[in-house]
């Protein structure tokens, strides 16, 4: 059994903390919402995961010191655009000997660095890893059979992570490319926003397929050039997150990329979702990346003038299809 603190109390937070609860661990959530905190401990419920029930074991707090302090592990579940705010209100009660793990998946807008880059810049001491993997919260608080990997350059980090998550219905990989898993996780979002447009469209699977396929070429391009292995593009936290997360109506980027297509406006599909949406938050930092690594792009940079330009999404399809001709 582990003692387990979980920075966050959104789905995925709350998920993690049900399977976890419910595999051995003892878990506290810190959440920086009163509500959720409350319908957590009193009613057992989160409100984005309707069909989960909170164990009673399971503790949220908004106290980061009652959160923090005997955890041997913390998960870090937060938007990525709060993952440094968030770091710096609890850095002071973290120890060294305590297992960070970032279970977020973006970037820093501002800096446009990765999420790892943050932790290493804020907590510089820190044994961390990064979670990731094809996972939609609402199946793995339900149990559902899953496969994540754990990236680190440490052993004990990813030994730890290991021994408090496997189960029958929960199997981890390893990997050292800690870059190669994160802008996987990062990248993919951007692709199932571009999947949900191509839904919100009336597109086909032809068009599905096309988008899939070449949009992975575009996350291994920069990916590598970035630092990362090509082969973690081609494993979980890359094809497999990317294949869970434009399939399934789960997945709030490809719900908010499908109300772009249909008409709708950024701040309509934000409302409409009501939770973070990762992929417009990040279109934008990938479009630089791609300008500063020099890596041609066509996806990204169509889907960035779409949410940014005023390209209409029709076009958008037209534009990408009669591009020059090349060799695959």
């Given at each position: 059994m582990k003692k387990i603190a979980i920075i966050g109390s959104g789905s995925w937070g709350a998920a993690l903390g049900i399977y976890l609860a419910q595999n051995g661990n003892k878990v506290k959530i810190w959440s920086f919402n009163e509500d959720e905190k409350n319908m957590i401990n009193n009613e057992r419920k989160c409100v984005f995961l309707p069909k989960a029930v909170i164990p009673d074991s399971i503790i949220c707090s908004s106290d980061f010191k009652e959160v923090l302090e005997d955890a041997e592990i913390v998960l870090h579940v937060?938007?990525?655009?709060?993952?440094?705010?968030?770091?710096?209100?609890?850095?002071?009660?973290?120890?060294?000997?305590?297992?960070?793990?970032?279970?977020?998946k973006g970037f820093e807008a501002e800096t446009e660095l990765t999420l790892d880059d943050v932790i290493k810049e804020e907590l510089p001491n820190i044994k961390y890893g990064i979670l990731s993997g094809p996972s939609h919260a609402e199946e793995v608080s339900l149990n559902i059979p899953t496969a994540l990997v754990i990236a680190s350059t440490d052993d004990k980090v990813k030994n730890e992570i290991i021994e408090a998550f496997k189960s029958s219905?929960?199997?981890?990989?390893?990997?050292?490319?800690?870059?190669?898993?994160?802008?996987?996780?990062?990248?993919?979002?951007?692709?199932?926003?571009?999947?949900?447009?191509?839904?919100?469209?009336?597109?086909?699977?032809?068009?599905?397929?096309?988008?899939?396929?070449?949009?992975?070429?575009?996350?291994?391009?920069?990916?590598?050039?970035?630092?990362?292995?090509?082969?973690?593009?081609?494993?979980?936290?890359?094809?497999?997150?990317?294949?869970?997360?434009?399939?399934?109506?789960?997945?709030?980027?490809?719900?908010?990329?499908?109300?772009?297509?249909?008409?709708?406006?950024?701040?309509?599909?934000?409302?409409?979702?009501?939770?973070?949406?990762?992929?417009?938050?990040?279109?934008?930092?990938?479009?630089?990346?791609?300008?500063?690594?020099?890596?041609?792009?066509?996806?990204?940079?169509?889907?960035?003038?779409?949410?940014?330009?005023?390209?209409?999404?029709?076009?958008?399809v037209e534009n990408l299809m009669t591009r020059n001709l090349k060799e695959e």
């Open positions: 937060t938007p990525s655009k709060f993952v440094r705010s968030t770091i710096k209100k609890y850095k002071e009660f973290i120890k060294d000997n305590q297992i960070l793990v970032m279970c977020s219905t929960m199997r981890l990989y390893t990997s050292k490319d800690v870059r190669g898993v994160e802008l996987g996780a990062a990248l993919k979002n951007i692709i199932a926003f571009c999947a949900g447009v191509c839904v919100g469209l009336n597109l086909g699977d032809n068009t599905f397929a096309a988008l899939l396929t070449r949009g992975l070429v575009e996350i291994s391009r920069l990916g590598t050039a970035m630092g990362g292995e090509e082969k973690t593009f081609y494993g979980l936290t890359g094809l497999g997150d990317l294949i869970v997360t434009c399939g399934s109506m789960h997945s709030r980027n490809r719900r908010a990329g499908e109300m772009i297509g249909k008409g709708f406006s950024i701040e309509e599909a934000k409302k409409e979702i009501g939770m973070t949406i990762e992929s417009i938050d990040n279109i934008d930092v990938a479009y630089k990346l791609s300008k500063k690594y020099n890596v041609e792009m066509p996806i990204v940079h169509t889907v960035y003038d779409v949410l940014y330009n005023g390209l209409e999404p029709k076009v958008a």
